[in-house]
């Protein structure tokens, strides 16, 4: 008699990998929408808070495999470093496509973290292999 545990992601934590996964194509979206008006300085300035959200995207992809409480709290704190900066520099917003890109960035990383937070989402990574 075999006993097999089917593991299961939680729903939280597979709302935080899709909320991860369309912020990384909103982002390359709005880097090719908006990279034409801005200037050198200004592209980077906005490709910073993005190469953060790609890399929490591609922590995502481990997420239904042998992630641990590591691969969490990164992107947790890599998802931090990225919205507060977004938060304090929104008034500065020059035009509407860049008031826009801050806002995909605030409306879908702040659930991404507050996601991450939950216990089931704790208890996935924390589980025993």
Same mark, same amino acid.
């Given at each position: 008699?075999?006993?097999?545990?089917?593991? !299961?992601?939680?729903?939280q !934590? @597979?709302?935080?990998q899709v +909320?991860?996964?369309?912020?990384?194509?909103?982002?390359?979206?709005?880097?090719?929408?908006l990279?034409?008006?801005?200037?050198? &300085?200004?592209?980077? $300035?906005?490709l910073?808070?993005?190469?953060?959200?790609?890399?929490?995207? +591609?922590?995502? +992809?481990? &997420?239904?495999?042998g992630?641990?409480?590591?691969?969490?709290i990164?992107?947790?704190?890599l998802?931090?470093?990225? !919205? +507060?900066?977004?938060?304090? @520099?929104?008034? $500065?917003?020059? /035009?509407?496509?860049?008031?826009?890109?801050?806002?995909?960035r605030?409306?879908? /990383?702040?659930?991404?973290v !507050?996601?991450?937070f939950?216990? $089931?989402?704790?208890?996935?990574?924390?589980? $025993?292999?």
């Amino acid at each position: 008699m075999s006993d097999v545990r089917e593991a !299961v992601m939680p729903r939280q !934590v @597979r709302g935080a990998q899709v +909320l991860l996964f369309v912020l990384a194509v909103g982002g390359l979206v709005s880097m090719l929408a908006l990279s034409d008006g801005l200037t050198a &300085y200004g592209q980077g $300035e906005m490709l910073a808070p993005w190469s953060l959200v790609w890399v929490c995207a +591609l922590l995502a +992809l481990t &997420y239904d495999g042998g992630a641990r409480g590591g691969v969490r709290i990164t992107t947790i704190v890599l998802m931090v470093f990225m !919205v +507060l900066p977004t938060i304090t @520099r929104m008034g $500065e917003a020059v /035009g509407v496509g860049l008031f826009l890109d801050a806002a995909l960035r605030i409306l879908l /990383g702040v659930p991404v973290v !507050v996601l991450l937070f939950l216990p $089931e989402s704790t208890a996935w990574f924390d589980r $025993e292999r």
